[in-house]
């Protein structure tokens, strides 16, 4: 019989490390589809998903039991994913020169007819991870979860340890922020 | 450009293809490798460590406020007077201002 997750955390804290490989097994795939939101390299994905298991592993303790694990597990792997963030935090700015041929001309096609432009496009994928990217860790996070994951607020409040007022200020600050590099990628051809 | 219309496009975009959820090969073995190298922190060992810091700069204040007292002031004939008097400096105000 399958045991539950109470039942393996228990047997953790009583010293039996094993016992944690199951849960290891079971929830790895969601934690490494979160990471992957957050880090675009393999290797950095791996190392957040390794920090999170050792975090997880570290403070099993503090899991009161009242809720479910994996509503734990999530709220300490987001919080990984926004330390990483400020520790990777770029400051680069990218411009409609540096953009590739393939977003050029999707932004072309969009500027024509923002009917024509394939939602599904690569090019247009490729063109929302740049603008993440210049995000602070803060609006990029948010528009993520917000935007992306389309979290309700107490949603987003419960993961990220932030009162529900001050996520909808920074879903606010993440908006315009996004507005403006928008506005800064497009503004040399189109404004 | 309609800025609101492209952000509103690209978020769609990025919604479209979730990330995959695939786990590199013997990432589990990896992990509880790691783990057991690293022990689980215990609540007691962790108390015992940050008290043990802790009394570095307990000591030192210990040896500041010696040498200080040494130095500053002189020594009182009669420490209990003055423990009585610091103790109840606040009363002996309020009462004389009353």
Redesign the interface.
């Known amino acids: 019989m399958e045991r539950t997750d109470a039942e393996l955390i228990r047997e953790v804290l009583r010293g039996n490390p094993d016992s944690f490989a199951p849960l290891v097994q079971k929830y790895s795939p969601r934690i490494f589809a979160t990471a992957r939101r957050y880090a675009r390299r393999e290797s950095e994905v791996e190392d957040i998903v390794q920090e999170v298991w050792l975090r997880a592993y570290q403070r099993l303790d503090s899991w009161r039991g009242d809720a479910p694990f994996e509503h734990w597990l999530m709220r300490l792997a987001v919080r990984v994913c926004y330390d990483f963030l400020r520790g990777h935090q770029r400051n680069k700015e990218a411009t409609f020169t540096e953009l590739s041929q393939e977003e050029k001309d999707w932004l072309e096609k969009f500027a024509v007819d923002p009917e024509k432009a394939d939602d599904h496009a690569a090019a247009a994928r490729q063109l929302i991870q740049k603008v993440l990217e210049q995000l602070s860790p803060e609006a990029r996070l948010i528009i993520t979860l917000l935007e992306i994951e389309e979290k309700s607020v107490k949603e987003i409040a419960r993961l990220t340890g932030w009162s529900a007022a001050l996520v909808k200020v920074r879903a606010f600050r993440a908006r315009a922020q996004m507005r403006k590099i928008l506005a800064r990628m497009t503004k040399e051809k189109y404004l | 450009?309609?800025?609101?219309?492209?952000?509103k496009?690209?978020?769609?975009?990025?919604?479209?293809?979730?990330?995959?959820?695939?786990?590199?090969y013997a990432?589990?073995q990896?992990?509880?490798a790691?783990?057991?190298a690293?022990p689980?922190?215990d609540?007691l060992a962790f108390w015992g460590r940050m008290l043990w810091r802790a009394a570095v700069p307990c000591l030192a204040m210990v040896v500041v406020m010696f040498v200080l007292s040494h130095l500053g002031g002189q020594p009182s004939d009669n420490l209990a007077d003055d423990f009585e008097q610091t103790l109840f400096a606040g009363i002996s105000q309020a009462i004389e201002s009353w």
Do not use: H, T, W
Not at chain 2, 1 to 7: A, F, G, R
Not at chain 2, 13 to 24: E, G, H, L, T, Y
């Open positions: 450009m309609n800025l609101p219309e492209l952000e496009k690209l978020l769609k975009a990025a919604r479209s293809q979730p990330p995959a959820d695939s786990v590199p990432f589990e990896r992990v509880m790691r783990l057991r690293e689980r922190m609540a």
